[in-house]
C-alpha cells in the first residue's frame, strides 16, 4: 500500500507557473507521476517518471511548459508547470503503480494502483 497526498495547487493567472507537490509513502520500485482531469473528461497523463530514476515521459500537452522532479530523501515527486493555460485547469492527482522502470512511459492510467486525493489548478484572469 503506497499513501500519496498532493499539495500546491491553486489560482494562478494566465502564463504563470506553479509547482505542485506529491509526498508519498513509499519511494522506490514505483512508477510515478502526475495526471489530471476535468470535470466529464477522462483523467489523462501529465508526467510519469520512475520512482529514483531520471527516465521521464511528458504529454504532449504540456512538452516544454513541464518538469517533473524528485526529492528521494524526502520522499517528494514534483510538478513544476510553466506558461500556463486557461486549458491547464484541472484537478491533478499523483499516482504510482509497483513495476519495471521500462514499464512506466506505457501504463495506462487505470493501471495505476494508488491515487492521492488530488489538488486543483485553476488558470484564469
Known amino acids: 500500500q503506497v499513501q500519496l497526498m498532493e499539495t500546491g495547487g491553486g489560482s494562478v493567472q494566465p502564463g504563470g507557473s506553479l509547482r505542485l507537490s506529491c509526498t508519498a509513502s513509499v519511494f522506490s520500485g514505483h512508477c510515478i507521476g502526475w495526471f489530471r482531469e476535468v470535470s466529464g473528461k477522462e483523467r489523462e497523463k501529465v508526467a510519469i517518471g520512475f520512482t529514483g530514476g531520471a527516465s521521464t515521459y511528458y504529454a504532449d500537452s504540456v512538452k516544454g511548459r513541464a518538469t517533473i522532479s524528485q526529492d528521494s530523501a524526502n520522499n517528494t515527486l514534483y510538478l513544476d508547470l510553466y506558461s500556463l493555460e486557461p486549458e491547464d485547469t484541472a484537478m491533478y492527482y499523483c499516482?504510482?503503480?509497483?513495476?519495471?522502470?521500462?514499464?512506466?512511459?506505457?501504463?495506462?492510467?487505470?493501471?495505476?494502483?494508488?491515487w492521492g486525493q488530488g489538488t486543483q489548478v485553476t488558470v484564469s484572469s
Open positions: 499516482a504510482a503503480h509497483r513495476a519495471r522502470a521500462w514499464m512506466c512511459e506505457s501504463l495506462d492510467v487505470h493501471e495505476f494502483a494508488y
